[in-house]
């Protein structure tokens, strides 16, 4: 699997998910600055986490503005696998490629801290390592992390099967008390209507490596890297 990490000003998660996707695929993913304007041919495009831009203004939002995402756009369009992390998802729903907005935590507190997720659909190229229902371990360290979208687009996300993960208790069960930021319906992650972009808060990379206190982040690349 060839694959790119995108890297804007302020990113700090992009060398953690190049090492998750060389350990998973024995191969080095290119490393791509935000000012390029094309994109060879890719298996899978990484927007990661970090404060892209310092994260003023709207976390993403500048970002979502550089040279090289009229490429991301372009290569998505096409059907290449876009994964966006915390800060990446933030840039995907800024850059139009993801509907809804990630607002201020409930609490308007910055959180750090492992989080557990029930998987939605295993019907994704990124969800394809996990089962339906499966409860997964995953870090989360953000200060917008809260999804938000209409009413129109929740039952449109609902109903189309694109929701990927949700915040949920040791039992899958998706209670308010599980759900760290205050996200519409505890939404973790979504994908697009083609299935080939998803957004997630989480942090998969951060748990790929038993070196790391657990895997439950590695069979998210490792699905990816059967599926494309």
Known sequence: ????????????????????????????????WH????????????VPGGFSYGDYLRCGAIAAHSPVMRAVKQRAEEGIAVLGICNGFQ???????????LLRNAGLRFICRDTLLRVESENTPFTRGYRRGQ?????I????GNYFADEETIARLEGEG???????????LVPESANPNGSLGNIAGIVNRRGNVLGMMPHPERLADPLLGGTDGRALFEG????V
């Open 1 to 32: 699997m060839n694959a790119a990490v995108i890297v804007f000003p302020g990113s700090n998660c992009d060398r953690d998910v190049a090492l998750a996707l060389e350990q998973v695929t024995g191969r080095i993913p290119a490393m791509v």
């Open 35 to 46: 000012r390029e304007t094309t994109l060879p041919s890719f298996d899978l495009i990484v």
């Open 91 to 101: 840039v995907l729903t800024e850059a139009g490629l993801l509907p809804g907005v």
């Open 135 to 139: 409860v997964v371990r995953m870090p």
């Open 141 to 144: 360290a953000h200060n917008e």
């Open 162 to 172: 694109r929701i990927a993960f949700r915040y949920c208790d040791e039992r899958g």
């Open 224 to 227: 990816l890297l059967a599926a």
